[in-house]
């Protein structure tokens, strides 16, 4: 890509992001590394016209129970109300502003801002105001509320909410397609196949902080055959290896997609010796972690990735499944959160299968380890070199499912939907 100079021959940097071509399989890395590229992605993918994941419901499942998180960079709290639902409210309190809860799981029979204590119930409705009727001293009636102040015009942003096989969705924006909709026919038959109406049980969490632009968790997971290469336990024991069989899927615009692939045998297989990242010689020290049982809702596939545009990635691998959370902050970094889960109907073994399962994962798992370092150093790269690009033409430089992982038309399909919104 030639850079355009200033008449001295030093390099400009333009404030407006520049494509090589109509395609999507050049991305710019400004895409990575411009403020005000970051603050019109917030806008348009998290806070409009998208549905962002919030959590479980198995995470609060008392009236009271309450989870702090995040839609974006907007700080919100799921909560369980007394009659069962779940609400989704801005942890902002309508009088000054405060960011009222700091607790990331609690209980509370009310939610109350500590600044002037203005209460609110757990739908996020005003209940109470203090001195809103004045202060009487010496036979007169000092401040308080204006006569016209009403509470129910002064109660907590609340976001729209969805809820799915025990998964929680939550929007700023409450015309918004329906959750069904937006994950299209394809996508909501894999979605279905993981949360299948079971009841979810959590077995804990993992939080890591990556310095990297938070479409590069998307793209990780939208890049099939860097397991195979980049991930010496994948490639050695042959559960993710660009020589398993496998198809990529995609919802008719392109934003989401699932990853689905058969365990291959581990050990030799002539496309795997051949790359640095096979260790024929590597064992385990303690097999359980290998101890893979089949599993009926499985359907045939060992392993679904699903990434759902913007906010989450869900996760089956073998026995271990997630969630894992996108959260932005600002451009050059992201929380990336996982919580694990299983089922109600499992039994103790399973539990604990899934729970060694997932040592695979985290920011000190076997292969999430080596996720977290590639995003941090492409970070550092784009920031020294802004207006280069990224280039993303295995198999092609078109957008649709294949039949194979060589390829990185996942990605493409992404940036293809990320320029029809960003660009409208």
């Given amino acids: 890509m030639t850079h355009p100079t200033t008449p001295n ?20 890395f400004m895409a990575y590394t411009d403020d005000g590229q970051h603050k019109k992605e917030l806008e348009r993918f998290f806070y409009t016209k998208h549905w962002n994941y919030v959590g479980l419901e198995a995470e609060v499942p008392n009236a009271g129970d309450y989870k702090r998180t995040v839609v974006g960079e907007r700080s919100v709290l799921m909560v369980r109300d007394a009659d069962g639902s779940i609400s989704v409210v801005e942890n ?68 729209k909410v969805a809820t799915r096989g025990g998964v929680v969705f939550a929007s700023f924006d409450h015309e918004v ?20 109406g079971r009841k979810l049980t959590i077995l804990g969490y993992n939080r890591q902080r990556i310095p990297g632009n938070w479409k590069l968790m998307q793209e990780n997971i939208k890049d099939p055959y860097h397991p195979g290469l980049l991930h010496t336990w994948f490639v050695t024991f042959g559960l993710w290896r660009a020589d398993n069989k496998s198809e990529l899927k995609m919802d008719a ?25 096979f260790k024929e010689s590597m064992q385990l020290h303690d097999p359980r972690f290998l101890d893979i049982v089949p599993e009926a809702w499985w359907d045939g596939p060992t392993a679904v990735m699903m990434t759902l545009f913007p906010s989450v990635i869900l996760q089956q691998q073998v026995n271990s499944v997630s969630t894992r959370h996108i959260q932005p902050d ?20 399973m539990t604990q299968r899934r729970l060694r399962q997932a040592n695979l994962f985290g ?20 920031e020294q070199k802004p207006y280069h690009r990224a280039l993303a033409e295995l198999g092609g430089r078109e957008v649709g499912d294949t039949d194979h ?17 960003m660009e409208a």
């Fill in 92 to 159: 902002v309190c309508a009088h000054r502003g405060m960011q009222f809860c700091r607790e990331r799981h609690g209980n509370k029979k009310e939610f109350v801002c500590p600044y002037h204590q203005w209460s609110y119930t757990l739908k996020g409705d005003l209940q109470g105001v203090p001195f809103r009727r004045g202060v009487k001293q010496d036979g007169k009636v000092n401040g308080g509320m204006p006569a016209d102040f009403k509470t129910t015009d002064h109660g907590l942003n609340k976001l």
């Fill in 253 to 277: 615009r392109h934003r989401h997609a699932a990853m689905i692939s058969t365990r291959g045998q581990s050990g030799k297989a002539e496309q795997v010796t051949q790359v640095s990242s």
């Fill in 330 to 349: 600002g451009h050059g970094a992201f929380d990336f959160v996982w919580t694990h889960f299983g089922f109600e109907d499992d039994t103790p073994e």
């Fill in 9 to 28: 021959g030093e390099p400009t940097f333009p404030q407006q992001i520049r494509w090589e071509s109509e395609g999507t399989s050049r991305i710019p």
């Fill in 363 to 382: 920011p000190a798992g076997f292969v999430s380890a080596d996720d977290g370092e590639v995003i941090e150093f492409s970070q550092q790269g784009f």
């Fill in 177 to 196: 397609e329906s959750l069904e909709d937006f994950m299209g026919p394809t996508i909501l038959g894999y979605f279905d196949r993981l949360f299948n």
């Fill in 405 to 421: 992982m060589v390829t990185e038309t996942l990605i493409r399909g992404m940036y293809a939907y990320w320029r029809e919104v």
